[in-house]
């Protein structure tokens, strides 16, 4: 009965993968860039005994010769042939039992895909207190955008030229109140 679940997490697993950044994927058949992300996620690869590029011959060896996609099958045969790669110390059950153990009930993973980049360059170029000229118009005191207000040249129809400081003291000039 264990097998039986077991197997069943592994095409769950397979399923999430395959669909993972496709639309119209059925989740029948895995391609050759989620298989490699499905070794990624599931701590497959390891950089010392089984490597990206590991991955990708046993992918090629599995699938059939004009296929790009590997099926349920193919995906377990791959997994076979990866698992004394990883798990050298083991027998070729244990080690199988071990790589189905890493990929049982797992998904892709989002997170850290992108990372928010923080370094001095960066800052001194989004810094809005430091732009000169007209791109200093676009931003209010505090940082934030004025959105179209600071993008177009607004028209006031009061007679004054546009950067004129004493706009509107006229009047106070002119005729002095009595």
Known sequence: MAEST???????AFRKFAIHGDTKATGKELNGKNWAKLCKDCKIIDGKNVTGTDVDIVFSKVKQKTSRVITYEEFQ???????????KGQSKDEALESIFKLVEGREPTNVGVTKVTKTAAVDRLTDASRYTGSHKGRFDESGRGKGREGREELV???????????????????????
């Open 6 to 12: 077991d197997l069943e997490n592994l095409l769950a």
């Open 77 to 87: 045969r791959a997994l076979e042939e990866l698992a004394p790669k990883r798990f």
């Open 156 to 178: 006031e129809n009061t007679g004054y030229v546009g950067a004129y400081k004493n706009a509107g003291t006229y009047d106070t000039k002119v005729k002095p109140e009595k």
